[in-house]
């Protein structure tokens, strides 16, 4: 079924288009969830890209010294019920709206986290 929507879903995409580009995503919504959902019910990379830290910080009770390595676990965030609405399960509505467009989620980490964001999540 799964599979079916999105050939259905890219096939009515090229009934008025001549070919598929990376920048049609916004024109597949469902397709553009089934993707997201891969990556985050997978857990391409659970752990990320270890960051080192790069000056001495405090971070709530927290003392974090500059060289000290940190890494996230982006298992733990992409499995998060606060975060998600079908975290234990392969479900494509992770990313939809109510009306079925295509919606982000800043726990969407598949790959790492920027310089930034590892505070955020912490």
Same mark, same amino acid.
């Given at each position: 079924?799964? *599979?079916? @929507?999105?050939? @259905? ?10 070919? %598929? *580009?990376?920048?049609?995503? +916004? ?6 969830? #089934? ?8 857990? #391409? ?12 910080? =405090? ?8 060289? +000290? ?10 499995? $998060?019920? =606060? ?12 990313? %939809?709206? @109510?009306?079925? =467009?295509?919606? $982000?989620?800043?726990?969407? %980490?598949?790959?790492?986290?920027? @310089?930034?964001?590892?505070? #955020?999540?912490?």
């Amino acid at each position: 079924m799964l *599979q079916a @929507k999105v050939h @259905k879903e890219i096939d009515a995409f090229l009934e008025n288009n001549e070919n %598929l *580009q990376y920048e049609d995503c +916004t024109n597949l919504p469902y397709t553009n969830a #089934v993707i997201h959902e891969i990556q985050r019910f997978s857990n #391409v990379a659970p752990l990320g890209l270890p960051k080192i830290c790069t000056q001495d910080i =405090k971070l709530q009770n927290y003392s974090i010294t500059k060289g +000290t390595i940190i890494e996230t676990n982006l298992a733990s965030v992409h499995m $998060d019920p =606060k975060k998600w609405k079908f975290p234990d399960s392969f479900n494509p509505s992770n990313f %939809l709206n @109510k009306e079925g =467009k295509f919606q $982000d989620n800043e726990a969407f %980490l598949p790959f790492s986290t920027g @310089k930034l964001l590892v505070l #955020v999540l912490i």
